[in-house]
Structures are given as structure tokens and as C-alpha cells.
């Protein structure tokens, strides 16, 4: 009974997924609104510097001031 479940719910997310492509075609992409002004495209070392290495570089950058901002260290025993 499990494989019939299985094989009902993989056709439905196909059938999903396959709806969703076709009714996004990216033909609809090329036509251009008014006042469109699309700028100059991006080489693959900005592209790789602004969706990789930034990101990275803040998670650092928070991560660093949470950990040199943090108040929670360990009472020192007196007595």
C-alpha cells in the first residue's frame, strides 16, 4: 500500500512541477515593460563576489560581533 502512496504523491508533484514550467515560460521574460531600463550585466566575478563571497563575509563579520559582544561568560567563583 506504501508504493501505490508513494507512486500517487511523486506523480502529483511531477504534474506540479511540470504545470509550474510551462505556465512561467521564459518567453514572457522578453518583453520589455515601459520605462524598462535594464543596465549592463554583470561579469561571473561579480556575480561569484556578490551572491558567494559577500554573504560569507558578513555571516563572519555577525557571527565575530556575537561572539566579541557576547555578556553571557562564565561568572568567576569568589571566595
Same mark, same amino acid.
Given at each position: ?10 506523480? $502529483?508533484?511531477?504534474?506540479?512541477? %511540470?504545470?509550474?514550467? =510551462?505556465?512561467?515560460?521564459? &518567453? ?5 515593460? *515601459? ?12 556575480? $561569484?563576489?556578490?551572491?558567494?563571497? %559577500?554573504?560569507?563575509? =558578513?555571516?563572519?563579520?555577525? &557571527? ?5 559582544? *557576547? ?9
Amino acid at each position: 500500500m506504501d508504493n501505490k502512496n508513494a507512486l500517487r504523491a511523486g506523480a $502529483l508533484a511531477a504534474g506540479t512541477t %511540470l504545470m509550474m514550467l =510551462l505556465m512561467s515560460s521564459p &518567453a514572457l521574460a522578453l518583453t520589455r515593460d *515601459d520605462g524598462d531600463d535594464p543596465g549592463p550585466g554583470l561579469s561571473v566575478i561579480q556575480t $561569484l563576489g556578490l551572491y558567494v563571497a %559577500l554573504p560569507i563575509v =558578513l555571516f563572519l563579520v555577525i &557571527a565575530g560581533l556575537v561572539m566579541v559582544l *557576547d555578556k553571557s561568560h562564565k561568572q568567576q567563583k569568589q571566595g
